[in-house]
Each structure stands twice: as structure tokens, then as C-alpha cells.
């Protein structure tokens, strides 16, 4: 996943929380459930 399509994907589905481990994101979603996290796969730099 380029740093690109990373940017189109928050854009299109702003979350609200991003957490940035070593070389990947996890971006988390509130909804009525609770939390859900996804994994946006490695970033390649």
C-alpha cells in the first residue's frame, strides 16, 4: 500500500483514532458497538 492510496483510504472513511506501529497503521472506528480496529496493511515507503 503506497503512502497515496493510505490517504484516499482515511479520506473516504475518516476514523477516529489512528495508532502507527512499526510499519503499519491501525486505524480505529467508533460504532455503536464499541471499538473496531482495522489494519491497513504495510506501508511501503
Given at each position: 500500500?503506497?503512502?497515496?492510496?493510505?490517504?484516499?483510504?482515511?479520506?473516504?472513511?475518516?476514523p477516529?483514532?489512528?495508532?502507527?506501529?512499526?510499519?503499519?497503521?491501525?486505524?480505529?472506528?467508533?460504532?455503536?458497538?464499541?471499538?473496531?480496529?482495522?489494519?491497513?496493511?504495510?506501508?511501503?515507503?
Amino acid at each position: 500500500m503506497t503512502i497515496q492510496q493510505l490517504l484516499d483510504e482515511l479520506k473516504k472513511y475518516p476514523p477516529d483514532s489512528l495508532i502507527f506501529a512499526e510499519d503499519f497503521l491501525i486505524v480505529i472506528y467508533e460504532n455503536n458497538e464499541g471499538r473496531v480496529g482495522r489494519i491497513l496493511g504495510t506501508i511501503s515507503t
